[in-house]
Nanobody
Framework: QVQLVDPGGGLVQPGGSLRLSCAAS????????MGWFRQAPGTEREFVAA????????FYADSVKGRFTISRDNAKNTVFLQMNSLKPEDTAMYYC?????????????????WGQGTQVTVSS
């Protein structure tokens, strides 16, 4: 059974930083792409970042490019999302997800496994 545990959210001031982590179990972690998505109240869930299998080719939503960094530690079956220069519009529930493919994707349908989500609030 695949499980994704993604703690690490919290309250941060605008301009601050936060690091999310997501520990995976029940799958051959190194073989699959991983992604982060987010959903703000009253909006649809949106793609944030993704990283491919192995050494990890990455890509990002335009709204976070240059501020967020996705990475993975295959030895620890963990994916991270380092968020810098946070803005109030980054406030959302953040979800990590494991893909059914090795190549990263923006499409939610490519991710059958999801964490429970962690709240990130950016406010002064």
């Amino acid at each position: 059974q695949v499980q994704l545990v993604d703690p690490g959210g919290g309250l941060v001031q605008p301009g601050g930083s936060l690091r999310l982590s997501c520990a995976a179990s029940g799958l051959t972690f190194v073989s699959y792409a991983m992604g982060w998505f987010r959903q703000a109240p009253g909006t649809e869930r949106e793609f944030v970042a993704a990283i491919s299998w192995g050494v990890g080719i990455t890509f990002y939503a335009d709204s976070v490019k240059g501020r967020f960094t996705i990475s993975r530690d295959n030895a620890k079956n963990t994916v991270f999302l380092q968020m810098n220069s946070l803005k109030p519009e980054d406030t959302a529930m953040y979800y990590c997800a494991a893909s059914k493919y090795s190549s990263a994707s923006r499409k939610e349908d490519d991710y059958p496994y999801w964490g429970q989500g962690t709240q990130v609030t950016v406010s002064s």
